[in-house]
């Protein structure tokens, strides 16, 4: 084509017209996703649509280099997966001496098993397997699955060469971590104490005393129970907690090794202070919605997305993050107020309003139709409460757990005596969940109960009937 001046002004027309075309053909494609975003069958679309749009959003790079043994930088590809095929293969077919002796030393905290699943013996397994009842023929699956076991390494710059896998459990299996519960059933048969005393959740083993002696002593046994049938105690993971302050002075070792004292430390996702508060966990609650709200942003700020949308989106991805654990913690109302504060910007934002429109919270709790974070947190409890209640076991650390139609008598008694007492302000059930403790309400209501008398209930805030560690 010739390059004159009409041919120029020619493509400058058509490119305009493509460029039309193009953009109502976008406008099309996303008109039609909102509308399905709306609908109940767009709803895996639009999570879908979030994380597509949250990896978009990371500045991802792949290393593709690695050092070897010495130190040196290896850049080409087959050295960088000869390296990372000889660490694996030596990873995964460790096995941790067996010790024969015991020896003394002081421990006192928590535990941590090093490279649990890497580290179990397969010889111990078989034996777990067959003293915990396991018929033959399904050890001998198990033997058959775990018999020659061969794997590869997945790097950046490719897949390594195979290798034997000859200690350890599958990674990844569905029945590893039912094979993992055998072995520490079996091998801490002998030194596990009940609940609270002893709690295990996989390899994080947490062991509690009433003094360091014993817990010391305790710990030590545990230790030389792991080591000697093949798994390893890892002591930079190790740390113990006083909650005691007469027994806050002096140091705690592990087999000569000074352990770690720490005044918090976080056990199935919940933080445990040393002084029985609880501002750390709440912290870390609101820490891990804004971690949420950021991972599904590109969805909750989006304008064209409506709102109630956006408020199914939060109360299924935000808010179980905020709220995950707080049914056993012992909120104040100035932690519950921070909650809600933090809430509300989230939803302020995913709004796209702010402070300065002057929306109230009831509007902006309604548009997305979102309940109180208060509300939710006090239904959890009531929900835990329930749990504890249908369990076989009926005392708790001392705490005599009553059936829920003496409890909801409490409730109605409570109620028709403030109702019938001169000077007494009416109250409903509510009003007793939201304010005072389970123990409490059981008291007064056993105290009803023996007694001819009536006594008031104490007139103080929902803050102190949280010191007990199951508040309502």
């Not at 013996?121 to 397997?129: G, I, Q, T």
């Not at 909120?331 to 109230?360: H, N």
């Not at 001169?422 to 304010?435: A, L, Q, R």
Request: aromatic residues 8%.
């Amino acid at each position: 084509m010739d390059r004159t001046e009409e041919n120029r002004q020619e493509y400058k027309e058509l490119q305009r017209r493509v460029k039309r075309e193009v953009s109502k053909a976008k406008q099309k494609a996303y008109d039609e996703l909102y509308t399905r975003l709306d609908t109940r069958e767009g709803e895996k679309d639009l999570y879908r649509l979030a994380r597509q749009r949250d990896r978009d959003g990371k500045d991802v790079q792949q290393v593709r280099v690695i050092k070897d043994r010495d130190g040196r930088v290896l850049t080409s590809e087959e050295s960088v997966q000869r390296r990372w095929k000889e660490y694996f293969e030596e990873l995964m077919n460790e096995e941790n001496e067996r010790e024969k002796k015991s020896r003394s030393g002081e421990l006192c905290g928590t535990e941590n098993l090093e490279k649990a699943y890497d580290r179990v013996p397969r010889e111990e397994l078989w034996y777990c397997m067959r003293k915990s009842g396991v018929a033959e023929k399904y050890v001998r699956v198990v033997q058959d699955m775990y018999e020659r076991s061969r794997t590869v390494v997945r790097c950046a710059v490719g897949q390594t060469e195979e290798f034997k896998v000859e200690v350890g459990l599958h990674q990844g299996s569905a029945l590893s971590p039912f094979l993992f519960a055998i072995v520490m059933d079996q091998l801490s048969e002998e030194v596990r104490q009940e609940s609270p005393w002893t709690m295990m959740f996989a390899d994080d083993i947490v062991i509690c005393s009433e003094s360091r002696e014993q817990v010391e002593e305790n710990l030590e046994r545990w230790r030389f129970a792991l080591e000697r049938r093949g798994m390893k105690v890892s002591h930079s993971k190790t740390e113990y907690m006083c909650v005691n302050e007469r027994e806050g002075s002096g140091t705690v070792r592990l087999h000569g090794e000074e352990v770690k004292k720490v005044q918090e430390f976080k056990y199935l996702g919940s933080t445990v202070q040393s002084n029985g508060e609880c501002g750390k966990e709440v912290k870390k609650r609101v820490q891990a919605g804004w971690n949420g709200w950021r991972k599904v942003s590109g969805v909750l700020c989006d304008r064209k997305i409506s709102a109630r949308i956006k408020g199914k989106v939060y109360r299924t991805v935000v808010r179980p993050a905020m709220l995950y654990g707080l049914e056993t913690v012992s909120l104040r109302k100035r932690q519950e107020s921070e909650l809600e504060v933090a809430e509300l910007k989230m939803l302020r934002f995913s709004l796209g309003v702010t402070r300065l429109d002057r929306i109230r919270n009831e509007y902006i709790r309604g548009t997305a139709h979102v309940g109180r974070l208060g509300d939710k947190v006090r239904e959890a409890r009531l929900r835990w409460f329930g749990h504890v209640q249908r369990r076989e076991t009926v005392e708790v650390r001392g705490i005599t757990m009553v059936s829920s139609k003496e409890l909801f008598e409490a409730f109605r008694k409570i109620a028709d005596a403030y109702e019938c007492g001169k000077g007494y302000k009416k109250i409903s059930k509510e009003f007793v969940i939201n304010h005072y403790t389970v123990q409490k309400i059981i008291y007064k209501w056993r105290t009803f109960k023996t007694t001819a008398n009536i006594a008031r209930l104490g007139t103080g805030t929902a803050s102190s009937g949280w010191d007990l560690g199951i508040g309502w």
